[in-house]
């Protein structure tokens, strides 16, 4: 199951109305107790579908830092051994 691009919706995004009561009796149909269950389901499964995407964007992100660090260390290393970078430091 591949994961969303889309970013995570904000909270105004999420406490949204709908535009009216036949909207949400579209999605579930159900009433009492049976709907309650089924708007619990879709709720977690929106929260798990946000998760995902937001760890997803954080692991992408840390990924990218440690390549930059590691380039920058890689280039300061690099500029060291020419000696080029004393000149600069003291």
């Given at each position: 199951?591949?994961?969303?691009?889309?970013?995570?919706?904000?909270?105004?995004?999420?406490l949204k109305?709908?535009?009216?009561?036949?909207?949400?009796?579209?999605?579930?149909?159900?009433?009492?107790?049976?709907r309650l269950?089924?708007?619990?389901?879709?709720a977690a499964?929106?929260?798990?579908?946000?998760?995902?995407?937001?760890?997803?964007?954080?692991?992408?992100?840390?990924?990218?830092?440690?390549?930059?660090?590691?380039?920058?260390?890689?280039?300061?290393?690099?500029?060291?051994?020419?000696?080029?970078?004393?000149?600069?430091?003291?």
């Amino acid at each position: 199951m591949g994961i969303s691009r889309r970013k995570p919706l904000s909270l105004r995004d999420t406490l949204k109305k709908p535009s009216s009561p036949k909207v949400s009796q579209r999605h579930v149909p159900f009433s009492g107790e049976e709907r309650l269950r089924e708007l619990m389901k879709i709720a977690a499964r929106f929260e798990a579908k946000n998760y995902a995407i937001a760890m997803s964007e954080y692991e992408i992100s840390a990924s990218m830092s440690k390549v930059r660090t590691a380039f920058s260390w890689k280039s300061l290393h690099e500029l060291q051994s020419l000696g080029t970078i004393d000149r600069y430091c003291n």
